[in-house]
């Protein structure tokens, strides 16, 4: 290599510091392994997606009633997720809870209610009991991120990895960069960890602000898009994720409201959810959405959630806490001059995340085995880039998994890895770099607006065939113009990046969703020329692979494990 | 205005009659919008990338003077856009 070169040689790559990619550090630095964590922000207190702090936690406790254990919770699972899970992967994850939760605890997390010093457990999105555990949870990351650190792992800030290295279908390193100092790393490891999150700005919101969103706008399916070019396979791409906002501000915050006892009123007051639910406004996120989303195309818009009803009690905890998730929502509302005690909140779809389609336990990304490994040996996976995920206990109880079998894995490998070619090195940093100063192309801005209004009419929802062609056709010419993409420092080259990552992610997910003649969860994958569920037919995961023209899919029966569709597992028991 | 592009609304604003110049904002904010030199004490921090926030207030919780406040733009405080719009074309 090159002297302008940093190359590191470790046991074990992250890529990814949120809570999944931390939780997944931590067994392996117990194990004493070397771990580097690449992250694109610059303290791993406060970066991912609950960086900002974060209300809630999903779990079970085993306390003693026979709801609150895994096996009960898990009986749900199948109705959860209308039959498209990987059945193998969720009990593992779930029988871990107890023993993650205590383990996150002993962190110093501070999960009860200090007013009764007790948990404070609710039930939410028509889970069958009072799994979310409402907490202060605004130092949740930092709690987390320290004891990565003082366990003395390593990280790279502002960092974004570009590509993951493989041969023979086994991963050996990495390449990232810094975008404040321009320096470049290529990274050799025993196994690495994808742990990016969601993908974002990939559709339109009511505001038309592109970071605007619900979840973590830097977060741009960086994993989906490297494990998918090295050749991991992809799952659940098709399914998209929606929540309701209040109108102008995509943020987290209804889920409190919801779940503390507001109501949804349509325009003419009418307490209108039970006409789709007898759960009402305690059904699944998925559910809740589509109800909205049904009384705006009947013209019975807005839809106002209404707090007025709530007791006292409730809303005096309420306003207390609304800045947990999400800090800046009491000065949002006060900078509308809006009372949310006694004026209903105008409310509104919000732009689309692939994530897990609204319901828990069913994510959409690389495909994992009960290790968190990926079909590439040694290449694991977490956290909302998973296809098990869960929210803030799903990542944190996979990535813990996925950590655990890295170090399993690393240590029954031998330490035979290639060695980085440093011309390969040489022509992913000067492809990159060629995007910085040019004088002709497209901005990423321009670029990336033209995948989210593509994604917005024909991807999102009320989806048709003709429509996703049309679509595909846009997103596959826009790929052509990649190379031409501008940029005009370091920050805009990884932006550069994280807009390629966020247009083969839609392309993708058209794919997949041309290719599922159903429809499934409602909005979260709405065929209007297949408007049934067709579970004759599509209890059926749908697996993305890299192919020579484009993703090619295939589908497995959804009794089966998702590993069932890797080579590396077919092959070792053909071995045996 | 005979420019077409609009001016980008800066929503992290920060006083620079009280703003001590320390590294805070920088450091914290998850998108890497706020630069500013380690330890400069003459220069304040710069707001890089005003269209790239995401609104999530780290920066005004961290900043140990409280001279940074967000201010939403006008299309999120008073929204009007038609939420039918986000709904999707329907091509059969």
């Known amino acids: 290599m090159k002297d302008d070169w940093k190359t590191i040689d470790t046991d074990l790559l992250i890529i990814g510091g949120g809570v999944a990619g931390c939780m997944a550090a931590i067994p392996a630095l117990e194990a004493g392994l070397d771990v580097v964590i690449c992250e694109k922000g610059k303290v791993l207190d406060h970066c991912g997606s609950v960086g900002c702090g974060v209300d809630q936690y999903l779990t079970v406790m085993d306390s003693g009633p026979e709801w609150d254990t895994p096996e009960f919770l898990l009986k749900y699972v199948p109705e959860l997720t209308d039959g498209i899970v990987d059945m193998a992967v969720t009990s593992k994850l779930i029988h871990q809870m107890p023993r993650i939760f205590r383990k996150i605890e002993s962190f110093g997390v501070n999960f009860k209610d200090p007013r009764t010093d007790d948990y404070y457990r609710l039930r939410s999105f028509g889970l069958p009991g009072t799994y979310h555990v409402n907490f202060d949870g605004t130092d949740f990351k930092k709690l987390i991120g320290q004891q990565v650190r003082r366990a003395k792992g390593a990280v790279l800030m502002r960092t974004m990895g570009v590509q993951i290295l493989t041969e023979d279908n086994r991963v050996y390193g990495g390449i990232a960069f810094n975008f404040r100092t321009g320096e470049w790393y290529a990274i050799r490891a025993k196994a690495v960890m994808l742990a990016t999150g969601d993908v974002n700005r990939i559709s339109k919101n009511a505001s038309g602000v592109a970071f605007d969103s619900w979840h973590c706008p830097y977060n741009t399916g960086d994993a989906q898009a490297m494990g998918y070019r090295a050749g991991a396979t992809l799952a659940n791409m098709e399914s998209v994720e929606t929540t309701l906002t209040p109108k102008g501000f995509s943020s987290q915050g209804l889920n409190a409201l919801v779940s503390l006892g507001a109501h949804f009123l349509n325009k003419d007051g009418e307490r209108f959810m039970f006409k789709y639910t007898e759960k009402g406004e305690n059904a699944r996120r998925a559910v809740i959405a589509d109800a909205v989303i049904n009384e705006y195309l009947l013209g019975n818009g807005p839809i106002y959630v209404d707090c007025s009803v709530m007791p006292k009690a409730e809303l005096d905890f309420l306003e207390e806490t609304l800045q947990v998730d999400r800090y800046t929502m009491p000065a949002f509302y006060q900078q509308k001059k809006h009372d949310i005690r006694t004026q209903p909140i105008e409310v509104s779809v919000s732009e689309l995340s692939i994530r897990r389609s609204g319901v828990y336990f069913r994510g959409s990304g690389l495909a994992v085995d009960t290790n968190g490994e990926t079909s590439i040996e040694g290449l694991f996976s977490a956290g909302d880039c998973a296809t098990v995920s869960g929210g803030v206990a799903g990542a944190a109880v996979l990535g813990h998994m996925a950590g655990e079998g890295a170090v399993q894995r690393i240590q029954r490998t031998s330490d035979k890895r290639p060695e980085i070619d440093s011309r390969m090195a040489e022509d992913i940093r000067a492809g990159a770099m060629a995007h910085i100063g040019r004088q002709e192309g497209d901005s990423w801005q321009q670029f990336e607006e033209k995948t989210r209004q593509t994604v917005t009419d024909y991807v999102g929802f009320r989806r048709t065939d003709k429509g996703l062609k049309m679509a595909l056709e846009t997103l596959k010419s826009l790929a052509k113009k990649e190379p031409e993409l501008k940029a005009d420092d370091l920050h805009g080259l990884m932006r550069v990046h994280e807009s390629q990552n966020i247009r083969l992610n839609a392309e993708i997910m058209a794919q997949a969703s041309l290719s599922r003649k159903e429809t499934r969860t409602g909005a979260s994958h709405w065929r209007l020329d297949y408007p049934d569920t067709d579970n004759e037919n599509w209890q059926k995961f749908i697996l993305v692979d890299r192919g020579k023209n484009g993703p090619e899919l295939r589908t497995l029966d959804c009794s089966r494990p998702l590993s069932d569709g890797f080579s590396r597992t077919k092959s070792k028991g053909a071995a045996a | ?92």
């Not at chain 2, 450091?27 to 004490?41: A, Q, S, T």
Request: proline share 7%.
């Open chain 2, 1 to 92: 205005m005979s420019d077409s592009k609009q001016k980008v609304h800066n929503p992290i604003q920060i006083n620079t009659e009280t703003c001590i110049r320390c590294d805070f904002c920088d450091w914290i904010c998850p998108g890497d919008l706020i630069y500013h030199e380690d330890g400069n004490k003459e220069h304040l921090p710069v707001v890089a990338y005003p269209d790239e926030c995401w609104f999530c207030g780290l920066c005004q919780k961290i900043c140990p003077v409280d001279a940074i406040t967000i201010i939403f733009p006008e299309q999120m405080i008073n929204n009007k856009t038609d939420v039918t719009t986000l709904l999707g074309k329907v091509v059969e």
